[in-house]
């Protein structure tokens, strides 16, 4: 099993930034990816993105160039950056831990997640 502990979720202005982290716990040996989604209300859960061990990432068309996704495996964490925020932003924000293989995501471990709200 992976504990995953999720924070710095909060409420921003549009345009401001926030920064996530997830501190992971556990059988961290049986993962090589983690990952951010999101769930808007009346919304599906979305993929915002992922991070391999090797350090590739992939983002959502609808953060790329605003969202970064990085990981400090010294502490087992990965954080998301999250920049020019917008509106539609606004979500409960999970984090994921799974595997990478044959060229896609699966994710096996949730988050409790936590809440970003942007306001106008």
């Known amino acids: 099993q992976v504990q995953l502990v999720e924070s710095g979720g909060g409420l921003v202005q549009a345009g401001g930034s926030l920064r996530l982290s997830c501190a992971a716990s556990?059988?961290?040996?049986?993962?090589?990816?983690m990952a951010w989604y999101r769930q808007a209300p009346g919304k599906q859960r979305e993929l915002v993105a992922f991070i391999t061990d090797s350090g590739s990432t992939n983002y959502a068309d609808s953060v790329k160039g605003r969202f970064t996704i990085s990981r400090d495996n010294a502490k087992n964490t990965v954080y998301l950056q999250m920049d020019s925020l917008e509106l539609e932003d606004t979500a409960v924000y999970y984090c994921?831990?799974?595997?990478?293989?044959?060229?896609?995501?699966?994710?096996?471990?949730w988050g409790q997640g936590t809440q970003v709200t942007v306001s106008s």
């Open positions: 994921a831990a799974g595997w990478y293989i044959f060229s896609r995501y699966r994710t096996a471990y």
């Open positions: 556990g059988s961290i040996f049986s993962i090589n990816a």
